[in-house]
């Protein structure tokens, strides 16, 4: 990760934000099983694989099976909306309402 985003900020920022929320925008899920839920990959789109991205939120992760993609909520948002880790990081503090040290935290070079 980029040395000027603090560890802690980016925790909080993860910790504030709600994973299958932030895939649903993009693409909707259904239930897939215990905590699972399932969906079209947002970024790829398999015409005729449905149901090949699996998300735990729970755990806060996520993976396509089409395409191999996954990781975690900021990685899903680097990886759908074309920003780099630092934009996504930043983007997703000021949807979650991180404010004070935790802003300054993740404030980029
Ligand atoms: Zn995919």
Redesign the pocket.
């Known amino acids: 990760m980029p040395a000027h985003l603090h560890p802690e900020g980016i925790h909080e920022v993860e910790r504030r934000t709600a994973l299958a929320a932030v895939i649903h925008a993009r693409t909707p899920l259904r239930p897939g099983g215990g905590d699972r839920r399932t969906g079209r990959?947002?970024?790829?789109?398999?015409q005729d694989l449905d149901e090949?991205?699996h998300v735990r939120p729970a755990a806060g992760r996520w993976h396509?099976?089409?395409?191999?993609?996954g990781g975690d909520v900021v990685e899903c948002v680097v990886s759908t909306q074309d920003l780099s880790f630092t934009q996504a990081v930043q983007r997703l503090a000021a949807a979650a309402g991180c404010s004070g040290w935790h802003r300054a935290a993740l404030r980029g070079g």
């Open positions: 990959c947002p970024q790829h789109q398999h090949q991205l396509c099976f089409g395409c191999g993609a």
